[in-house]
C-alpha cells in the first residue's frame, strides 16, 4: 500500500529554518520519484522541488532555489525538504507526491500526502 506522510511543519521567524519529511513506503523509496509541492493562501499549488528515485537528479523551482534543498534516503523510507532563509512567501501547505515514471512540475503525480502547514511570521 503506497502511502505517504508529511512531517516537520510549524511556525517560523523570516530568515529560520525548517525541515519537513516525507514518509513513504518502500515501495516509493525504491523506484519512485519524489516531489514537493506547495499552495499558498489564494494561490494554486506549484511545484517545489523534484528528486529522481536515485537521487541523482533534482529540480528546483527558482522562487526557492539555493535555499531549500530536497533530499531522500531510501533506506530509511524517507524524502526531506531542508528549508532554509524562509520568506514570508513561502507561507503555505506543503505536499509531498511521488510517481513511478513521471518527472516534472505539473500535478500529474499518483500519489500525494496530506499536507504539513508552514508559517513564517515576520
Known amino acids: 500500500q503506497v502511502r505517504l506522510v508529511e512531517s516537520g511543519g510549524g511556525l517560523v521567524q523570516a530568515g529560520e529554518s525548517l525541515r519537513l519529511s516525507c514518509a513513504t513506503s518502500?515501495?516509493?523509496?525504491?523506484?519512485?520519484?519524489m516531489a514537493w509541492f506547495r499552495q499558498a493562501p489564494g494561490k494554486e499549488r506549484a511545484i517545489v522541488a523534484i528528486?529522481?528515485?536515485?537521487?541523482?537528479?533534482?529540480f528546483y523551482a527558482d522562487s526557492v532555489k539555493g535555499r531549500f534543498t530536497i533530499s531522500r534516503d531510501n533506506a530509511k523510507n524517507t524524502v526531506y525538504l531542508q528549508m532554509n532563509s524562509l520568506k514570508l512567501e513561502d507561507t503555505a501547505v506543503y505536499y509531498c507526491?511521488?510517481?513511478?515514471?513521471?518527472?516534472?512540475?505539473?500535478?500529474?503525480?499518483?500519489?500525494w500526502g496530506q499536507g504539513t502547514q508552514v508559517t513564517v511570521s515576520s
Open positions: 528528486i529522481s528515485w536515485s537521487g541523482d537528479n533534482t
Open positions: 518502500a515501495q516509493i523509496a525504491s523506484r519512485y520519484v
Open positions: 507526491a511521488a510517481d513511478s515514471q513521471y518527472y516534472g512540475i505539473g500535478d500529474e503525480y499518483d500519489y
